[in-house]
């Protein structure tokens, strides 16, 4: 790994510049959209709040969600011969007590080995084992929440979330109050991908985890078909347990400065004969940090997807990262998804001897999501990981059972 010393004055500003340029006009021009599978929000063409409660996507499905994972898979609960038990758990059971309680839950059990070491030992672990609530006593009143019990591996990671969403008028704007994970990038059930990390000698570091929450209020507006916005402050104490050098440079200066995140989405779903698609960006301003995400999903064909994302860090005199993600997925048989994606991502690191010290990670992951039957879910995958410190190739398998 080379260190060349810079004046901060001349520091890869043409690039830097650049770059921060494009990054400014995508959050400007696009939107952000989240989703927990974001292939299915293309096959579907729906908003992610048409499968989830949570208007970000992941966590407890409504009931399109819900007949969804039912109905796209390679085989029909009669076809598996297991009809009898699939009816037990209909969705009329899904809905305790009427509107006042609903369950949900989402078990992943993985199976991996570490890219640092060539000798490195398979592990087999729970990545998740979550369970959801749903509460709507009123027409203008609902709340959710969450709680993990697997092991919490990423700092800022929690074991819960909670809130509450107020819609005083119909066609209003909905208020969200609560723990929970403010509106940024696209929220995918893959956490290794670079838009959510950023490039360390020895592979990536995580900047937003998986359940990542604070404490924090969202204005959300979804009433028109083709825009959504949002609109939120957060805590940044969850963010903070984040850090560049060890506990040397934290990602958010100061402890509890607050967060500013804003997000639209665009659908050009409603024009006519245009395929299923979406593009977005988001954006985080916490004192002189801005972290924004962009990309874009595009059904090409009935069986091929495209998308692209693109992110950028932004912290002076301490960090400068992106990455950029292309993937290609396809869809071969219902149930059955093939993708192929390349990941890069760039950083560049400030000493505090003021030396620039440049790193690059590169991926190229090969995977597939395969639903044999509803509600049970298999992800194999082959991945290729380059860092400044290694090269190296790993198989990996997650068992995904949810409801």
Same mark, same amino acid.
């Given at each position: 790994m080379s260190k060349k010393p810079e004046s901060l004055g001349s520091y890869h500003h043409t690039n830097k510049k650049t770059i921060i340029i494009i990054a400014s006009l995508l959050v400007l021009l696009n939107a952000n959209f989240l989703f927990a599978i974001p292939e299915f929000a293309i096959l579907t063409g729906n908003r992610c709040s048409s499968c989830h409660i949570n208007f970000q996507g992941g966590g407890m499905r409504k009931d399109f969600g819900w007949n969804f994972g039912k109905d796209f898979t390679v085989l029909s609960p009669s076809e598996a011969g297991l009809e009898g038990f699939y009816n037990f758990f209909d969705k009329q059971k899904y809905s305790l007590l009427d509107r006042f309680l609903a369950v949900g839950t989402d078990f992943r059990y993985q199976t991996a080995r570490s890219h640092k070491y060539e000798d490195a030992v398979r592990k087999?672990?729970?990545?998740?084992?979550?369970?959801? @609530? #749903?509460s709507s006593p009123l027409d203008w009143l609902r709340f959710d929440g969450q709680y993990n019990f697997g092991k919490l591996i990423f700092p800022g990671q929690q074991e819960w979330s909670a809130s509450g969403y107020f819609q005083p008028f119909s066609e209003g704007p909905i208020l969200r109050l609560g723990n929970f994970q403010p509106s940024l990038g696209l929220r995918d059930c893959d956490m290794t991908m670079l838009d959510r990390r950023i490039p360390t000698p020895d592979g990536s570091q995580t900047i937003l985890p998986p359940d990542y929450s604070e404490i924090g209020a969202e204005i959300i507006y979804e009433n028109q078909k083709w825009v959504s916005l949002y609109a939120g402050v957060f805590d940044s104490k969850n963010l903070w347990a984040n850090s560049f050098f060890g506990r040397e440079n934290k990602i958010v200066s100061i402890l509890h400065n607050p967060s500013f995140t804003f997000k639209f989405v665009?659908?050009? #779903?409603? @024009?006519?004969?245009?395929?299923?698609?979406?593009?977005? %960006?988001? @954006?985080?301003? #916490?004192?002189? =940090?801005?972290? %924004?995400? %962009?990309? =874009?999903?595009? %059904? @090409?064909?009935?069986?091929?997807i495209f998308t692209v994302r693109f992110s950028l860090l932004n912290k002076p005199y301490e960090r400068f990262a992106y990455s950029f993600i292309p993937a290609l997925i396809y869809v071969p048989y219902k149930g059955i998804l093939i993708g192929v994606r390349g990941e890069f991502g760039k950083a560049d690191i400030i000493t505090p001897e003021k030396i620039v010290i440049p790193i690059s990670t590169y991926q190229i992951v090969a995977n597939a999501k395969i639903l044999l039957i509803p509600y049970i879910e298999f992800i194999p995958e082959y991945r290729f990981v380059a860092t400044e410190e290694y090269k190296s190739f790993r198989w990996a398998f997650q068992f995904h059972i949810y409801y």
């Open positions: 087999y672990y729970p990545m998740q084992a979550s369970i959801y @609530i #749903n665009i659908y050009p #779903n409603w @024009i006519d004969d245009y395929p299923s698609s979406f593009l977005g %960006s988001s @954006i985080l301003v #916490n004192g002189d =940090l801005i972290y %924004s995400h %962009s990309f =874009l999903g595009l %059904s @090409i064909t009935d069986d091929f």
